[in-house]
């Protein structure tokens, strides 16, 4: 089977929900996914997921379909995480120091992507069959980065009002582009809006 390649997911913070927990959760939850998942899928969740006694209650045979969600799941959480990331040190340099080039360009930015439906945040999946597995695996993510381990993963899904998906994968294209699959900056940003992709 070919490798999915997965992004590992950048920590806001050090969670507190072990293996053995996450593991249980899932089993629990019916969250069946979890077990299709190949080594590198595991560990782009968490490092310790990698850990042979974990390996071994995986299924023996990867669910490609499972391993090429996730990688999508994750790489639209990261893009997500580093606009907000630009967004927030900006507007922070507007607060304290009063850049007016800065807040200008915050501007031309909000401008743009309201006036084209751009999100700057994460707005979620639907809530349709179609997008279960994402907003499920989306739950997860942000379950364990929240460290809440006494509540269930389910209640972090977030369904959006409307479908962003095509957005989302228009977005991810402009921003693999600009970002060059890493780094993001103000100008880029503003680039990313004005693209006539999105």
């Not at 053995?20 to 080594?39: N, V």
């Not at 639209?76 to 607060?95: G, H, L």
């Not at 360009?105 to 994460?122: H, N």
């Not at 228009?170 to 680039?191: K, Q, T, W």
Request: glycine letters at 6%; a negative charge; proline letters at 4%.
């Amino acid at each position: 089977m070919a490798q999915t390649k997965v992004q590992s997911l950048p920590r806001q913070i050090t969670s507190t929900i072990t293996a053995d927990h996450l593991i249980r959760k899932a089993y629990l939850q019916k969250l069946d996914w979890f077990f299709e998942l190949d080594e590198q899928g595991l560990k782009s969740i968490d490092e310790l997921l990698g850990r042979e006694d974990v390996l071994m209650l995986i299924a023996p045979q990867p669910s490609v379909s499972a391993c090429t969600t996730l990688a999508n799941v994750i790489s639209v959480r990261n893009m997500f995480w580093t606009i907000e990331a630009v967004i927030s040190d900006a507007q922070n340099k507007v607060d304290e120091y009063g850049y007016t080039d800065v807040r200008d360009e915050l501007v031309i930015i909000r401008d743009y992507a309201e006036s084209k439906g751009v999100p700057l945040t994460f707005m979620g999946y639907p809530d349709t069959p179609t997008w279960t597995l994402h907003a499920e695996m989306r739950a997860m993510l942000d379950w364990i980065d929240r460290g809440e381990g006494d509540l269930p993963v389910l209640y972090f899904i977030n369904h959006s009002a409307g479908d962003f998906t095509a957005m989302y994968t228009h977005m991810r294209d402009v921003f693999s582009d600009v970002s060059e699959g890493a780094y993001l900056n103000l100008d880029g940003l503003v680039a990313m809006v004005k693209d006539r992709r999105l």
